[in-house]
């Protein structure tokens, strides 16, 4: 029934799975990518017309992950996949960037590429996946494609590289790259590394070329038996005549524009060239206005031809510098008053504004993927207002662009972060692109790490960022340092380099032409390394160390431990406990199930309150010690006072003042304050407290004046007479003295015997020999240690 063709190939120790044929007949080429137990379906359509007047190439990239691809229900209020999330708009932008400069030019038909995620088995990465199904879709489509590609991660860890690493494996090593090439040459390169050396990112890129060959086979094998027709392009006009025509009208002009270093008298100066060409083809646009459309698209090839030979032949660059000199470098921090830090960045005439937040555990962002819900400590936006141009446009949420040149600072920013035990913060740093020519998301690394610092976040070191650009012609070619708006649109490659004094953090390449070679990249890398670091020498002249102390304005977070059996004591019943701590004291408290308490505010006598009222929770009673408590309960016989934010204990009536006390009320009252001393905790728990020997005023102990009461010696009670039995119950022994009570002749019992004399024989001290009923010798063990006095008989 189907017409399937499947490839199988292994790779990286698992099985790659590439099958057409079976679903999604109807598209123009749609392949099922399978590694492990993830799969990923791609499928490509094409228009096969061209809108009128359209003159650029339409192609759009989807890719969309299913939730139940990991057996979960979306979270939120609709519970289905809705507006793209930052993943997935990473990731269409990751499959974009490689294949757009593969299509011809002057192919302008609309191309629309969708994955989606269906099963994913949480350990191979649906990304990589996707970028491969996407490849060979496109290459047995038909669509005109100089493909195909392949893709490849690569993880490094105790100096081996390691072909597409799980999610642990990512974490525990030192670097994420991500890497798409064809057979020849790499097209695109994104990665996070922990200051590695550019020795060690090139391998990892050359690696994952090679790695990528594999896949890149295995597409070519399965487009052997799939592929379809090839669609007929028709051949390209001879436009040399119209572009010798607008060389001799605007050539001129165009040259002297490009020597203008101020970007808007450059811009101006283009603009008055382009307005003549367009006047002076007047004549053609009426008598055949396809030729004069064709004529004016070749404007910008012109200038192109002028920047890239000043460039490659002369090396003279648009705004006068060599091809390693970096523009002029201005850096402020404590840019803006109010927050907790934040720095002005200007290189030329790319400017961000950066400020950085601190925030507590309640700011992590919640991310619902395919892996579960997790948080996130660390945010980075990126904003790209229309005037930081100079032009008028769309002004709102963030686009594709805005997420990716974010993230890329993130990546940038994140591997100098301290841990969470270091620095339990949240943090937000905002990037607000003011002026741009050139590369802002080197600015807002530049920006951001200085933000932080100012806001006395620990970074391990700083960290700087350069743009590099590629002049490529033939065998000749150029690398030029902190490229310009200009540079980047007319040149072949965008590649850009953020890290520290240490090594690299973040290493991102673009390429226009079919792919550079490794001599191209490996001397890029030196460039933008000597780039860095004369762009931190700059850095530093503002802010070279992390400041001691938090912004005024920034909370205070306090970590305290304690033991995991007393959470529920802090928490307390439905949370009671927690929600009166941060209602009396106003601080955030929050606590883990490690038992790792975190405790912040703006006001750090809120912290202490808090620290106080929950170390009082947690920490036990110390017999002698002095404690301030409150009267919670006064009862008949005492007050009970609350102490240690957690505890009760009595104060006994006769321990409230060293005189006599006739009613408890008469000394304290509910909810007044009181400074106590534990006398005694007993084997319950249960604390007696004393007042009277406690200074209330100043909390110091006071001496205790009160005479020890003496017990009193009684007399000898006497014989009680016989017993039912006929026989003496004996002395009674003594209790602290001699209970003999004398005689005491009760007259005859009901036997008719007298129950008078002595009370028998002597019963020994009560807490050793004490005869029973029975008159022999019993141990009723020993008195209590403890006692409160209010249980205890009152000699007196």
């Known amino acids: 029934m189907f017409d399937m063709k499947k490839v199988d190939i292994e790779w990286g120790g698992k099985t790659l799975s590439l099958e057409t044929g079976r679903v999604a007949r109807q598209a123009d080429g749609a392949v099922l990518a399978t590694l492990g137990e993830t799969v990923v379906l791609c499928a490509v359509t094409a228009a096969r017309s061209v809108k009128e007047g359209q003159d650029f190439f339409p192609l759009t990239v989807h890719y969309q992950e299913k939730f139940s691809s990991a ?50 088995d949480g350990e191979n990465e649906p990304d990589i996946l996707a970028m491969v199904a996407a490849s060979a879709a496109l290459t047995i489509s038909g669509v005109p494609f100089m493909g195909p590609i392949g893709a490849a991660r690569v993880g490094y860890k105790d100096g081996d590289y390691i072909l597409n690493p799980t999610l642990d494996e990512v974490k ?48 070519i094998d399965l487009a052997e038996q799939a592929a379809k027709d090839p669609w007929e ?114 290189r030329g005439e790319t400017q961000s504004i950066c400020t950085t937040t601190l925030g507590t555990k309640d700011s992590e962002q919640m991310i ?24 008028v446009g769309r002004f709102g949420a963030p ?77 000749d070619f150029a690398v030029i340092s902190d ?31 079919a792919g550079i070679t490794q001599e191209i990249f490996e001397k890029a890398l030196h460039q933008a390394k000597a780039g860095r670091a004369h762009i931190l020498g700059e850095m530093a002249k503002a802010l070279d160390h992390t400041r001691e102390e938090l912004s005024a304005h920034a909370p205070r977070i306090e970590t305290m431990q304690i033991d995991k059996a007393k959470i529920r004591d802090v928490i307390g019943t439905g949370g009671k406990v927690i929600r009166e701590i941060v209602a009396t ?58 102490f240690m934010g957690g505890k009760d204990g009595l104060v006994h009536v006769s321990e409230m003042k060293n005189e006599r006390v006739e009613k408890p009320t008469d000394v304290v009252a509910e909810g007044q304050e009181v ?22 005023e100043t909390g110091e102990e006071l001496e205790d004046t009160r005479p020890p009461r003496e017990p009193r010696e009684r007399g000898e009670r006497g014989d009680r007479g016989p017993r039912r039995d006929g026989e003496g119950r004996g002395d009674r022994g003594g209790r602290g003295g001699d209970r003999g009570r004398g005689g005491r002749d009760r007259g005859p019992r009901r036997d008719g015997e007298g129950r008078g004399g002595e009370r028998g024989e002597g019963r020994g001290d009560r807490g050793s020999d004490r005869p029973r009923r029975d008159n022999d010798g019993g141990d009723n063990g020993p008195e209590p240690e403890f006692a409160p006095a209010f249980l205890t008989r009152d000699d007196d």
């Not at 209020?77 to 299509?103: M, N, Q, V, W, Y």
Request: with cysteine.
């Open 71 to 120: 057996g979960r229900i979306p979270g939120g209020f609709f519970k289905r996949e809705r507006g793209a999330t930052e993943k997935e708009t990473l990731t269409s932008r990751l499959i974009d960037r490689p294949i757009r400069p593969l299509f011809p030019e002057g192919f302008y038909n609309e191309v629309n590429v969708i994955a989606q995620v269906l099963s994913y």
């Open 172 to 219: 525990e090593g030192d670097l994420d790259l991500v890497v798409a090439a064809t057979n020849e040459a790499v097209m695109m390169v994104e990665s996070e590394a922990k200051e590695l050396s550019e020795e060690v990112m090139l391998g990892a890129v050359m690696f994952a070329h090679r790695e990528s060959q594999k896949v890149i086979d295995a597409i």
């Open 233 to 346: 392009l028709a051949a390209p006009e001879d436009q040399s005549a119209a572009k010798q025509r607008l060389r001799d009208l605007i050539g001129a002009d165009l040259a002297a524009a490009y020597k203008l270093t101020d970007k808007q008298a450059r811009q101006n100066a283009i603009n008055e060239a382009r307005t003549k060409a367009r006047e002076s083809l007047a004549d053609l646009a009426e008598s055949d206005p396809a030729a004069y459309l064709g004529t004016l698209k070749l404007v910008k090839k012109l200038e192109a031809e002028i920047v890239r030979t000043a460039i490659l032949k002369d090396g003279q660059r648009i705004d006068g510098r060599t091809t390693t000199q970096i523009r002029p470098i201005e850096a402020i921090v404590g840019f803006l008053p109010r927050t907790h830090g934040s720095a002005l960045f200007t």
């Open 368 to 391: 619902d993927g395919l892996t579960g819900l997790s948080y996130e400590r660390f945010m980075l936006h990126y904003n790209f207002p229309p005037y930081s141009v100079g032009e």
């Open 399 to 475: 686009g594709r662009r805005e997420v990716g040149h974010g993230k890329l600072a993130w990546r940038a920013l994140h591997p100098v972060l301290p841990t969470h035990d270091e620095f339990p913060y949240t943090i937000r740093v905002l990037s607000d692109i003011t002026e741009s020519n050139g590369s802002s998301s080197m600015a807002t690394v530049c920006g951001g790490s200085l933000s932080m610092m100012d806001a006395g976040v620990p970074l391990k070191r700083p960290v700087s960022g350069i743009a590099m650009g590629l002049i490529l012609e033939g065998q």
């Open 483 to 513: 490229i310009l708006g200009d540079e980047d649109h007319l040149g072949d490659m965008d590649f850009k380099v953020a890290g520290t004094s240490e090594g690299i953090t973040t290493m991102q390449m673009d390429i226009k032409v």
């Open 585 to 642: 004291t106003g601080a955030k408290v929050d606590i883990d199930d490690e038992g790792v308490i975190k405790i912040s505010s703006s006001d750090l006598s809120q912290i202490e309150a808090a620290r106080k009222w929950i170390a009082g929770i947690v920490e036990e009673a110390e017999v002698g010690k002095i404690y301030s408590g409150k009267v919670v309960n006064i009862v008949d016989f005492g007050a009970f006072v609350n």
């Open 675 to 696: 400074k106590v001393k534990v006398l005694e905790i007993d084997p319950r728990g249960k604390v007696r407290l004393s007042m009277r020997v406690v200074d209330q």
